[in-house]
């Protein structure tokens, strides 16, 4: 053991098993909640009200949990102590039926799994291996685990997927207890000397304006990723099936992933967040306008994936380049967090939206929020200096 450590440590594989069963727990909680939650009763209201708690307590979690970071700088330990917590609130959650408690328990799952978002993500752009390298292997594990969620909607007990997030946060953490940062020695003696100051976040106004940008374009995309499973299962697809087009649409991340150093340095901050907006508007008209389950599948495999993930790369990408780099965690988990208002936002309406009308009033009027933003967006500064991806 002792002489296996020391090779573990710092090598690919242990980034392999971070990235692969951080983002299969993600996706094997959160990508068929929604069919899951109306499948054991809730209506559309309920299961909205559920969900919305993931937004509310993130909100106070995220940023929390990123300052700790950025002060402490010992993002193993605190990945491992809320991956523990992730796995043992899932177990509790596949016996509860409780609206109010299924509130509670979803609320702080999903806090805490969006709360080691931005520790992967600086991770992924500090490390010794190039970030799309790393990144693919997040999407193949939230492909893989949407796929065996949806099949274990469909086929098993619910103990059967919670004990499926149970394993897959141990294998996360024994990840994370090899990973490193590139120069991570020299880099906590001097963050250690000097403590983040917050005050140059909100005196950052084209800071300000990203993070604008960013809690509509958040939202709509919060709400596409728990409604999406629904208005499949109103078009007829089955649990089990969704679970298939959730896979294949997630693997059309992988290119934009793998090749991200080729285009994500070269094109500025604005630009990209621009066609991300064009893009998850165009899908939602679809998603409006159609009522043919072919079009949608199509649709959704195609395109989903495109936008949310170049938001995610955009994100690093901004904070990296507006704010100093001892506020890298902590800019991204306060975007992260007002992202999650949003989405309580969003949810609770889009929910009241589906009960009084049907999911593709509710997607036409998420077109309309994501084209507001592309205005915003006009307006964001290039931000291309800094690199990130290469």
């Given at each position: 053991m002792k002489k296996f450590f020391p090779r573990y440590k710092g090598s690919y594989f242990c980034y392999v098993l971070t990235f692969f069963f951080y983002f299969m727990a993600m996706a094997l909680f959160g990508s068929v909640l929604s069919v899951y939650l109306t499948g054991i009763g809730k209506s559309a209201s309920e299961m909205s009200f559920i969900i919305s708690a993931s937004g509310l307590f993130s909100f106070a979690m995220v940023p929390a949990v990123g300052y700790l970071n950025d002060l402490t700088r010992r993002p193993r330990l605190i990945s491992t102590l809320l991956l523990l917590g992730v796995g043992v609130l899932g177990l509790v959650f596949a016996v509860c039926r409780a609206t109010w408690a299924l509130f509670l328990l979803d609320g702080l799952i999903m806090s805490f799994i969006n709360s080691i978002m931005p520790i992967t993500e600086r991770m992924a752009g500090q490390s010794k291996y190039r970030y799309g390298a790393l990144r693919v292997w997040g999407t193949l594990g939230y492909a893989v685990g949407a796929q065996?969620?949806?099949?274990?909607?469909?086929?098993?007990?619910?103990?059967?997927?919670?004990?499926?997030?149970?394993?897959?946060?141990?294998?996360?953490?024994?990840?994370?207890?090899?990973?490193?940062?590139?120069?991570?020695?020299?880099?906590?003696?001097?963050?250690?000397?000097?403590?983040?100051?917050?005050?140059?976040?909100?005196?950052?106004?084209?800071?300000?304006?990203?993070?604008?940008?960013?809690?509509?374009f958040a939202g709509c995309s919060g709400v596409n990723m728990n409604l999406a499973p629904v208005l499949l299962s109103s078009l007829g697809v089955s649990t089990g099936a969704v679970g298939t087009v959730l896979f294949f649409s997630t693997l059309i991340e992988i290119p934009l992933i793998l090749f991200s150093h080729k285009y994500m340095d070269k094109f500025s901050g604005k630009a990209l967040m621009l066609a991300s907006f064009a893009i998850i508007t165009?899908?939602?008209?679809?998603?409006?306008?159609?009522?043919?389950?072919?079009?949608?599948?199509?649709?959704?495999?195609?395109?989903?994936?495109?936008?949310?993930?170049?938001?995610?790369?955009?994100?690093?990408?901004?904070?990296?380049?507006?704010?100093?780099?001892?506020?890298?965690?902590?800019?991204?988990?306060?975007?992260?967090?007002?992202?999650?208002?949003?989405?309580?936002?969003?949810?609770?309406?889009?929910?009241?939206?589906?009960?009084?009308?049907?999911?593709?009033?509710?997607?036409?009027?998420?077109?309309v929020l994501t084209g507001l933003g592309m205005l915003l967006a006009l307006g964001l500064p290039a931000c291309k200096d800094e690199k990130v991806f290469s």
């Open positions: 065996c969620a949806g099949v274990a909607v469909e086929l098993y007990p619910p103990m059967v997927l919670f004990a499926a997030l149970f394993i897959s946060c141990g294998l996360t953490a024994l990840g994370f207890a090899g990973t490193e940062e590139k120069g991570e020695k020299k880099a906590e003696k001097a963050e250690k000397r000097e403590k983040p100051p917050l005050s140059s976040l909100v005196q950052n106004r084209q800071f300000l304006l990203y993070v604008l940008a960013a809690f509509l165009v899908q939602f008209l679809f998603y409006g306008f159609s009522r043919s389950a072919l079009v949608v599948v199509a649709v959704m495999v195609s395109i989903k994936a495109i936008a949310s993930t170049l938001f995610q790369m955009i994100t690093l990408k901004m904070v990296r380049n507006l704010l100093p780099g001892s506020l890298t965690t902590t800019g991204l988990s306060v975007i992260n967090s007002l992202n999650s208002v949003s989405i309580i936002l969003l949810q609770n309406a889009g929910g009241f939206v589906t009960d009084q009308w049907n999911i593709q009033v509710l997607y036409l009027c998420l077109a």
